[in-house]
């Protein structure tokens, strides 16, 4: 079975930064694109960052020059690297995938568990 893992979250104070890593396991055949979501109560799952299989990177308004998206070939693991974090930055990040597997030879999505980052003095 494909799974994802997230690790890297945690308590960190304003202006502070934090690298989250997700890693992908399991009987792939290859990745497309990954990305990174975060959710927080009462509110829709919402996209943070993205990275296509050619490495292209897209993000939201809200993110743009202080969160950078990265991926690893080799590793099957991609990155996400948060810099002047705010409190509305509190939130669960989760690793998206689209993956190719014994179950979806031309890929389907993954999701990780999540990762709590909690921003706050």
């Known amino acids: 079975q494909v799974q994802l893992v997230e690790s890297g979250g945690g308590l960190v104070q304003p202006g502070g930064s934090l690298r989250l890593s997700c890693t992908a396991s399991?009987?792939?055949?290859?990745?497309?694109?990954m990305g990174w979501y975060r959710q927080t109560p009462g509110k829709e799952r919402e996209l943070v960052a993205g990275?296509?299989?050619?490495?292209?990177?897209n993000y939201a308004d809200s993110m743009k020059g202080r969160f950078t998206i990265s991926r690893e070939y080799g590793k099957n693991t991609v990155y996400l690297q948060m810099n002047n974090l705010k409190p509305e930055d509190t939130a669960v990040y989760y690793c998206?995938?689209?993956?190719?597997?014994?179950?979806?030879?031309?890929?389907?999505?993954?999701w990780g568990k999540g990762t709590l980052v909690t921003v706050s003095s």
């Open positions: 990275i296509s299989g050619g490495g292209g990177t």
């Open positions: 399991g009987s792939i055949f290859g990745i497309n694109a």
């Open positions: 998206n995938a689209n993956i190719r597997d014994l179950i979806r030879p031309y890929g389907m999505e993954y």
